[in-house]
């Protein structure tokens, strides 16, 4: 084995505030509109990739099983983009676990290629700047972007690759937002977001969503630079209500929901009109993103844990940015 050829990197899955879905350029993950998300400190995927002359295609081991068919294939073409910056021909090895449920709407794809991608440039010897490091991990899943950087994040949606990127909007220390995940369901979903994003355009909804969005991204900034709760909840619900109407809507339709998942947001709405902050988001999966400020969150724990249906809470506060390990 080549020595030298091997690095290993952490990052955490990241959820959006204002949602990103459908692509203005499918082939390089250039979004439709520009979103906004809190990086998921505590959940984390860890990923080591090693480049050597002793494989002879790319592997890929997901929690110590041997993947290929499609999950390969996909990593191998983002393998390939760093093959061709660095100039490195060799293939890789890529070893990656995470500590939540893959596939559940809980941005996994987001923080393996924030992985994936820190950990092969630095394998292959490749020193990029993070908004390189942010551009390259887009290319791998659009989301993951977002997870090159810690804190509260925003991703300029951009016209071509160059422009399209993830920057830090405030440091994980801005505001103590606790997001609790209301796990109703662990199966890996059964359409991806790669194929969800496909289907956007067959919404007649999508279009005004993708038009509103710039008004919902400057709410959602300002409401999470002068810690508003209250306006950020109102544009939070509003975004991930229009995300699932444009799923419901596509042809053929997305239902991500479950009945569990409907029960939680009736639950989220009524205890914020009786004055507790809390609000609700959901990406694509059933599980319910519960996102209150650190001094309820123990309450609205307890409250969650009562809703029939919640099998498993998932704790984050906002998290650092993707590292070297
Ligand atoms: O990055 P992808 O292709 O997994 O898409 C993510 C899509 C949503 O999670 C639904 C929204 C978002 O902005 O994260």
Request: hydrophobic content about 45%.
């Amino acid at each position: 084995m080549t020595p030298g050829y091997t690095a290993a990197a952490a990052a955490s899955p990241n959820i959006a505030l204002i949602k990103y879905w459908g692509n203005r350029i499918p082939v390089l993950r250039v979004p439709a509109n520009g979103s906004i998300s809190i990086t998921l400190g505590g959940l984390e995927t860890q990923t080591r990739v090693t480049f050597s002359e002793e494989w002879t295609q790319d592997r890929l081991i997901l929690e110590g099983k041997v993947i290929d068919g499609r999950a390969l294939s996909r990593v191998a073409t983002h393998l390939d983009l760093i093959r061709q910056r660095s100039g490195v021909t060799l293939h890789a090895c890529v070893e990656s676990t995470s500590n939540f449920p893959l596939g559940a709407g809980i941005a996994s794809s987001a923080s393996a290629f924030a992985a994936l991608t820190l950990a092969a440039c630095a394998a292959a010897g490749l020193s990029l700047s993070s908004i390189e490091l942010s551009r390259l991990a887009r290319r791998g899943s659009g989301s993951a972007c977002r997870s090159i950087f810690g804190g509260f994040v925003e991703w300029h949606a951009g016209t071509s690759d160059e422009d399209s990127y993830a920057e830090p909007l405030a440091p994980s220390e801005h505001w103590g937002l606790v997001n609790l995940v209301a796990l109703v369901h662990r199966e890996h979903k059964a359409v991806t977001s790669a194929e969800g994003h496909l289907l956007a355009e067959t919404s007649p909804l999508q279009a005004a969503r993708v038009a509103g969005a710039p008004d919902r991204l400057r709410e959602c900034r300002e409401a999470l630079l002068s810690r508003d709760f209250d306006r950020l909840a109102r544009v939070v619900e509003l975004d991930s209500n229009l995300l699932h109407a444009v799923m419901m809507t596509s042809d053929p339709a997305l239902f991500y929901w479950l009945p569990d998942t409907l029960r939680i947001i009736h639950a989220v709405s009524e205890w914020r009109q009786k004055g507790l902050p809390v609000c609700y988001t959901i990406d694509a999966g059933p599980n319910v993103h519960c996102l209150c400020p650190v001094e309820v969150a123990q309450q609205v724990d307890s409250l969650l844990r009562r809703v029939p249906g919640v099998s498993t809470l998932l704790r984050s506060q906002p998290g650092d940015a993707a590292r070297l390990l």
